[in-house]
Nanobody, 128 residues
Framework: EIQLVESGGGLVQPGGSLRLSCAAS????????????MSWVRQAPGKGLEWVSS????????YYADSVKGRFSVSRDNAKNTLYLQMNSLKTEDTAVYYC?????????????????WGRGTQVTVSS
């Protein structure tokens, strides 16, 4: 199976920036990291899972939730088995645990940790 490990979270002031990384290891049924579309999903305190962004397996097409469009940028380096999320102009409402997951998670019914592979998450706190 694939293991996903997020990093790069922390405490940042409103208007600040963070870059999250998601390192993948392991092989699932012969498929490598570059086989999978990937997504970032977040969960704010007391709320459900919210899709943030997705990128196709080749890194050529990306999608963003309206709430982060223009502020966040997703990318990947398949040679390094790593997914990234550059977050700029952070707002207090961006405070959440951020997860990376395999697959395109734009459809709400796919926001389940029983589907595909998920990391354990990294905490992002935006506060003054």
């Amino acid at each position: 199976e694939i293991q996903l490990v997020e990093s790069g979270g922390g405490l940042v002031q409103p208007g600040g920036s963070l870059r999250l990384s998601c390192a993948a290891s392991g092989v699932a049924s012969g498929y490598t990291f570059g086989f999978y579309d990937m997504s970032w999903v977040r969960q704010a305190p007391g709320k459900g899972l919210e899709w943030v962004s997705s990128i196709d397996n080749g890194g050529s097409t990306s999608y963003y939730a309206d709430s982060v469009k223009g502020r966040f940028s997703v990318s990947r380096d398949n040679a390094k088995n790593t997914l990234y999320l550059q977050m700029n102009s952070l707002k207090t409402e961006d405070t959440a645990v951020y997860y990376c997951a395999t697959g395109d998670r734009r459809i709400p019914s796919t926001l389940q940790k029983t589907i595909g592979y998920w990391g354990r998450g990294t905490q992002v706190t935006v506060s003054s």
